[in-house]
């Protein structure tokens, strides 16, 4: 079977499932997009549009755009992506074991480092690959999509199962590759969206906090701590691509002049990026915190270890979720996590 004649299906079609799944429509592979009313109602009167920093522009008309919110229209899929947020992992593997025949593929495209552990447990008789997204994508009014920084999509290395995915992928115009060490390429990425907290505290695009020296100081406190705990816990996180995880701590503290320099080398990203934690709150949705700094947290506490930096920023954004939405200066977010 060839790249497009794949069917695939995406399970939690908000910002990073749109945007994979617009892709693969506008490649010409059969793709059904699931989700929620909200944006099943914004697609029939817009269609689809997709943007990114490197000039994609281009748009779904509604006819095109095959959109459900029932797990029961993926029933005919070979590939389905989850791109769910990690809090409903466990109620969508048991959707999805009710309407997918065995010998069918499962991708978990999510935050943190055990989705595919718990689609794995309860999807049985499917192949479960974990996978990572390395961008941020903003949901601006009218199903406008628009990727802010750069990267290419992991999939866990798993002979013609991932080879299969990977080239549907790719065939869609989505930088995309397997790896052999896919657990790390996780923890890797995790150490990356400690930032996403810190960001959507300071209520400022990712290029304008990544601007103030201030902020980065947060940002590579909050790195270091979580990967002395990573080491003293026998985990090694791994780099995609070049994110390097190990060294960013040190890029950060860099002056602004040279920070930018080395930076773009490893991350293009635009004015318009945020984090996907920001989005969460500005919706009043529940975070994913649990599973980013929360991790470190816990981790921490399974080995005997501290993670007081970690420890705050998670109480800081599970106080945002019940209701007041956070503008933090550096300064008083510094002072607040003991750092100032």
């Known amino acids: 079977m060839t790249a497009k004649q794949l069917k695939f299906g995406i399970l939690g079609a908000g910002s990073i499932g749109s ?10 592979i059969d793709t059904i997009l699931v989700g929620r ?81 718990v689609l794995r447990s309860i999807l049985t008789e499917q192949d479960v690959l974990a996978g990572m997204v390395p961008y941020n994508v903003v949901w601006n009014p009218g199903a406008h999509f628009h990727c802010g920084t750069t990267g290419a999509l992991a999939v866990e290395e798993r002979g013609d199962i991932s080879f299969a995915v990977v080239s549907g992928l790719q065939y869609a115009g989505l930088a995309a590759k397997a790896y052999a060490n896919l657990p790390g390429i996780l923890w890797g990425k995790l150490i990356f969206n400690l930032n996403n907290a810190i960001n959507a505290l300071a209520d400022i695009p990712l290029r304008e906090e990544l601007s103030q020296p201030a902020y980065r100081k ?17 985990i090694r996180p ?28 490893m991350i293009k990203i635009d004015p318009q990026a945020r984090s996907s934690m920001w ?51 550096a300064p008083e977010l510094g002072k607040w996590l003991g750092l100032a």
């Open 279 to 329: 989005e969460d709150l500005q919706r009043g949705r529940k975070t994913e915190i649990d599973y980013i700094n929360g991790e470190i947290v816990a981790l921490a506490e399974k080995n005997g270890l501290a993670a007081p930096i970690n420890g705050a920023i998670t109480h800081l954004i599970k106080d945002a979720e019940k209701g007041a939405k956070p503008k933090m200066s």
């Open 218 to 234: 947060i940002i590579a406190a909050a790195m270091r701590e979580a990967l002395s705990v990573l080491q003293q816990s026998g």
């Open 238 to 265: 791994i780099a995609s691509g070049r994110m390097l995880p190990g060294v960013a701590p040190l890029v950060l503290r860099l002056p602004n002049f040279l920070f930018f320099r080395v930076a773009s080398n």
């Open 19 to 28: 945007y994979i799944g617009a892709h693969l429509i506008h490649a010409g």
């Open 37 to 117: 009313e909200k944006l099943a109602q914004e697609i029939r009167g817009n269609g689809l549009r997709i943007t990114n920093l490197t000039g994609t522009d281009f748009r779904l008309e509604p006819e095109q755009v095959q959109y459900a919110t029932s797990e029961a229209a993926l029933a005919d899929r070979d590939i389905v992506l989850v791109t769910l947020k990690s809090l409903a992992t466990e109620e969508a593997a048991h959707s999805l074991k009710k309407v997918l025949p065995p010998g069918k593929t499962v991708v978990s495209f999510q935050n943190g480092v055990r989705n595919a552990e």
